[in-house]
């Protein structure tokens, strides 16, 4: 009896050489540091993405695959030479290492069946999964009539600026996925605001008063570190008030006396920016001891004691900033603030909201705006809301991707899922995220130790082969 293309795809990767051919190419990719640095030419996003798509296109070569590097913003790795019907569009750029890993970020380690290092899961592993998903469909012969196009891009985490320049030169294909995120299949993306804002005043001279703030790396990320000097305080005076906050947050001071004053540092936990209650804001944590210090009456103080009150440690749904609303199809805003610098002359600070379909200008932006102004704080850069993407659960690429996973996981009913993350295909029409993250797995995205399962991975693979096959056919 002739096996059906399941089958043939399950024999295929239950082969041991294809588990050893997958954790080889993870780990070729992910010993590439490809965070994004200055540019250079032929390097629009630095030498460490550079250098990881030359690592890609490479790999890709190397298993038969026709590529193009496409003025080093995006690889292109074609099935066939046919008319293109799918996009699968994947990242080989990353978030910074941070701190606290328990293994070399740029080694992929792998331990009980689960790989360790930055880009495991985001995106360097799902990448690989759909390259051998492509490789299976070749090498299985399946009946495809139509090509599929791994796209290949470095600048996800910082903007996507990447995929903007390739869709700006060529089309885009009738079908795009991209598996940068979870399983079942993602239909609804939030949009996005987050301004910067900040404000202004003369030098100061009075105490006790905070003389220097700097919390957060990135917008899309909870800050897991903040610091702060405060002149005219001791650092008995401020352990004291460190233990409350710390009982609650989860949060660590320390705290350590200098000249004229004391330094106070923070220690939290970052996650990813959609999911700021999976972190510990070391920004908001920081500030609520600030505001609780018996300081002199100042602009900086002022500032503090504001910003405090307008993001309070755990309000991840800018309620005391006058935002927070939910809708049924696309869920809650989320809010975290991400970046904080005070100086003796004023302070900028940015926040990162992922608002719902519900969000207008009106009830967001204008809102955050007033609610900033009633407190001398002005917004100073972009404060444009972007768009909510929004993909029809009923449409045939939804349902065929949907199908494509039930048979593999043997789940029924499988319902398409809301995100607050931004992905690849946001401004993509039809574009849908797919995998490469099952329910109940903590990826441990953009944080320490950040981890895959091989497994996963492998039936990732599947799901994407069956998928190919069925919507190139």
Request: aromatic fraction near 6%; hydrophobic fraction near 40%; proline fraction near 6%.
């Amino acid at each position: 009896m002739d096996m059906s293309v399941k089958e043939q795809i399950d024999l295929y990767f239950n082969d041991p050489a294809r588990r050893t051919e997958l954790v080889e190419a993870v780990s070729r990719l992910v010993g590439v540091k490809s965070v994004r640095g200055e540019a250079a030419p032929g390097a629009p996003f630095g030498p460490g993405p550079k250098a990881a798509l030359e690592e890609a296109l490479a790999l890709c070569g190397e298993l038969g695959f026709a590529v193009q590097n496409y003025d080093g913003y995006v690889g292109l790795c074609d099935l066939n030479d046919r008319e293109t019907q799918l996009h699968i569009l994947g990242h080989l750029d990353v978030v910074g290492e941070g701190t606290g890993w328990a293994t070399d970020p740029y080694t992929c380690v792998e331990k009980d069946g689960i790989l360790y290092g930055r880009g495991v899961s985001d995106d360097k592993g799902p990448v690989c999964a759909a390259l051998l998903a492509m490789k299976a469909v070749r090498d299985l012969g399946l009946p495809v009539s139509k090509n599929v196009r791994l796209i290949l891009g470095t600048d996800e985490e910082s903007g996507s600026a990447d995929i903007a320049y390739y869709y700006a030169r060529e089309p885009y294909a009738p079908q795009a996925f991209t598996p940068d995120a979870d399983f079942p299949v993602i239909n609804i993306e939030k949009g996005h605001y987050h301004p910067d804002f900040g404000a202004r005043w003369e030098p100061e001279t009075v105490e006790p008063r905070v003389s220097a703030l700097e919390g957060g790396f990135r917008h899309n990320v909870v800050p897991p570190e903040a610091q702060a000097q405060v002149l005219g305080v001791t650092a008995a005076d401020v352990k004291a008030l460190c233990a409350p906050v710390e009982a609650k947050s989860g949060a660590v001071f320390t705290v350590t006396d200098m000249e004229g004053g004391v330094r106070i540092h923070c220690a939290g936990k970052n996650a990813h920016a959609a999911s700021p209650d999976d972190g510990i804001n070391a920004i908001s944590a920081l500030l609520e001891v600030l505001a609780a210090l018996p300081l002199a009456e100042c602009e900086a103080s002022r500032a503090v004691r504001a910003m405090a009150g307008l993001f309070p440690f755990g309000d991840t749904r800018g309620k005391a900033l006058g935002i927070a609303q939910s809708d049924a199809e696309s869920g809650e805003l989320t809010l975290n603030l991400a970046l904080m610098t005070l100086t003796g002359t004023g302070f900028t600070a940015k926040f990162d909201a992922r608002v719902p379909i519900c969000a207008t200008k009106e009830n967001c932006a204008d809102a955050c705006e007033a609610a900033l102004k009633a407190h001398g704080i002005a917004v100073t850069g972009d404060g444009e809301m972007t768009h909510v993407h929004v993909v029809e659960s009923d449409s045939p690429l939804v349902k065929t991707l949907l199908s494509c996973y039930e048979a593999y996981t043997g789940v029924t009913g499988a319902k398409p899922l809301a995100i607050g993350g931004g992905t690849y295909v946001h401004d993509i029409p039809g574009g849908v995220a797919f995998g490469c993250d099952f329910p109940g797995f903590d990826p441990k995205m953009h944080s320490a130790n950040e981890q895959a399962s091989v497994d996963n991975l492998l039936k990732s693979a599947k799901i994407f082969a069956l998928a190919i096959a069925e919507l190139c056919k």
